[in-house]
């Protein structure tokens, strides 16, 4: 692998990583001042692949090292073999350039191999661990992280890391090959040249730093206002933001400000394309001053002295080799900093502390009988104040609970605590009477379904979305609970059947349809207590009868604690537990409560589903 390999891979990946984002390096170095990175750990990554490294390191050292022999032989070729017409010394050193070539191709070959394994390897394992380790995190995690940033993190940043690998560091070694061999090569070939070339180069390479940092800002510029301007296209131009646009009369205000954005585009662009002429304008007169003053040396009195037409053109080719890998090793600053922040990123994921886990020794419970209790229990989120206080409530085995209050009053935090959602800050939550902290995750999901209002289909067929409940479900598993479910014929009138797909989030599917879609799978799972959180309430009447008769169904025989907005359904109840401001304020049957006139009488005059659906 000879330095011409290497002579333009700085200036790509200088202009990559000025093209990623305008203002990458500096939240790298941001994100390396919050969370610094230990060497030794990203060093644990490697450690299985610790022979594999030292083929890939010796494969670029034995690569640049074999590169570093063609300027001798064209020596050879200039100075002995053309001048006294030796055929076969000719034909020895034209193979010998031949064989150089095809040994750097080939080591490169295998090193790019090995080195995409290795980066691939440890990609594979990252991904999957931090996969792994972001399914244990609570819901509170993913309601307080920004969209996308997990995708970003789990795709990206992760997908970013094999540049490390294969570009990066293998670009360091091989970089520092080429230079250090290439000088040693130009002492050998003569040492006066020698000097001439390394005094003369770093003022180039100075000047050629110096316009890459102005091209740099400038291009970063030009990214903020490219990424305006497509912003302003996106809020101005799509449906939401023309119905805005036109309702609030704000077009001209619109336009004047994307007219002055476009205009500061302009000029950004002109500078950008100057810029970008002045870097290759000096990396020209960079290329042809150096040889142009190893030219005017050789023809001088003082340093002429024993040389040859074949040692100059040698020199001149290892020189012209030695510039672009130098000016690599003098970025790899940067490279280094986003190789550092990619890690960091990835690490501030995996050092996140599961919430809610696992108990080292958890309970098995012989037999779900589906008793539910929550214990004094009192509940926040974060560091703000508590959302529920001291609520204490018994749902005996096989009987059904109905949450009713106002918006804000607690109902989906209590049912997420019944599913293990959240833990409570004090009291607990127990199933026949063990504590759900110290059950399985897996045993508790087995044992507590929940159906919502939002219900997620994923992008796969029918069958395979209610399989996902329970992959081990047999076909007629599968059909008896989508025809408990009241959606089984609709499913055969489809032209698969059981094999469409259901599209993106399901939307080939109702909402009607989808909910039943939600309780067949649930039905498959057979859990013994059953939470339903404002099941139907952004369903139409018709698919709303539809879809509680499926409800009914599903909650037949289980412990069931609903969140309720239809009077009919909180009649039916055994117990109605009325929730105001976090607190239970009023529980009993129906007619109880009626017959009491307190909050749920009132609830009811006032009609009850407009009033909790509110």
């Known amino acids: 692998m000879d330095g011409r390999h290497f002579s333009g891979s700085s200036h790509d990946r200088d202009a990559q990583h000025a093209r990623r984002n305008p203002d990458s390096r500096q939240s790298d170095r941001r994100q390396l001042e919050d969370r610094p990175v230990s060497l030794r750990r990203i060093g644990r990554l490697f450690s299985n692949h610790k022979g594999a490294m030292s083929v890939v390191i010796a494969l670029i050292v034995a690569s640049s090292v074999i590169g570093l022999a063609q300027p001798f032989l064209v020596r050879h070729v200039i100075d002995a073999a053309l001048p006294r017409q030796d055929v076969s010394l000719l034909v020895w050193c034209v193979a010998g350039m031949l064989g150089v070539s095809i040994a750097s191709a080939a080591l490169g070959i295998f090193q790019t191999l090995i080195s995409t394994r290795i980066g691939q390897q440890v990609m594979h394992r990252l991904r999957s661990d931090l996969f792994t380790h972001l399914q244990r995190q609570s819901i509170d995690f993913f ?33 520092v090959t080429v230079v250090v061999g290439t000088v040693v090569a130009m002492f050998a070939l003569d040492w006066r040249l020698a000097i001439i070339s390394l005094v003369v180069l770093p003022p180039a390479v100075v000047t050629t730093r110096r316009v890459a940092r102005m091209r740099y800002a400038i291009t970063s510029a030009r990214q903020q206002k490219l990424a305006d301007l497509h912003v302003q296209v996106e809020e101005g131009l799509s449906v939401s933001g023309m119905l805005l646009t036109k309702t609030l009369g704000a077009a001209p205000a619109l ?133 529920l206080h001291d609520i204490d409530l018994t749902v005996p085995a096989g009987t059904s609970l109905a949450l009713v209050g106002a918006t804000g009053s607690g109902k989906s935090t209590l049912a997420g605590l019944v599913a293990r959602l959240h833990d409570p800050d004090a009291g607990r939550v127990t199933l026949d009477g063990v504590d759900l902290r110290d059950l399985a995750l897996t045993d508790l999901a087995e044992a507590v379904g929940v159906v919502t209002q939002e219900t997620y289909l994923l992008h796969a067929t029918v069958r395979d979305n209610l399989r996902h409940a329970r992959p081990d479900a047999t076909d007629e598993e599968i059909e008896t609970a989508a025809r408990a479910a009241r959606i089984h014929d609709l499913i055969q009138s489809l032209p698969e059947g059981y094999d469409t797909m259901v599209g993106s989030r399901g939307h080939r599917f109702s909402g009607g ?68 401001g976090g607190r239970v304020v009023e529980l009993g049957t129906h007619e109880e409560l009626l017959l009491a006139g307190g909050r749920y009488a009132d609830l009811v005059r006032g009609g009850l589903e407009q009033s909790v659906a509110a």
């Open 513 to 580: 349809e989808q909910q039943r879609l939600a309780i067949a799978r649930t039905l498959l799972r057979d859990p013994r207590v059953l939470v339903l959180d404002e099941a139907t309430s952004a369903l139409d009447n018709t698919t709303e009868r539809a879809v509680q008769a499926a409800l009914d169904t599903l909650a037949r025989g289980r412990t069931t604690i609903t969140i309720a907005h239809r009077l009919s359904t909180v009649r039916n109840a055994d117990q109605i537990a009325v929730l105001d």
């Open 255 to 387: 336009a004047r400000r994307f007219e002055q954005t476009s205009h500061d585009l302009v000029d950004l662009e002109i500078q950008s394309q100057l810029a970008g002429r002045w870097r290759m304008a000096t990396m020209q007169v960079v290329f042809a001053a150096v040889p142009a003053a190893l030219y005017l040396a050789a023809g001088l009195p003082v340093t002429r002295d024993g040389m040859t037409i074949g040692t100059l053109v040698a020199f001149i080719s290892l020189q012209g080799s030695l510039f672009r890998p130098l000016m690599g090793l003098l970025n790899v600053g940067v490279d280094v900093t986003s190789s550092l922040a990619l890690f960091s990123r990835i690490f501030e994921y995996l050092d996140l502390p599961v919430e809610i886990d696992d108990p080292e020794t958890p309970v098995r419970l012989d037999g779900v009988r589906g008793e539910v209790r929550l214990d004094h229990v009192t509940f926040g989120y974060g560091a703000g104040s508590p959302v």
């Open 143 to 175: 309601t307080r992280t920004r969209g996308g940033e997990v995708q970003s993190r789990m795709v990206n940043d992760i997908g970013s890391m094999q540049s490390v690998v294969t570009s990066t560091a293998t670009a360091i070694a091989a970089n």
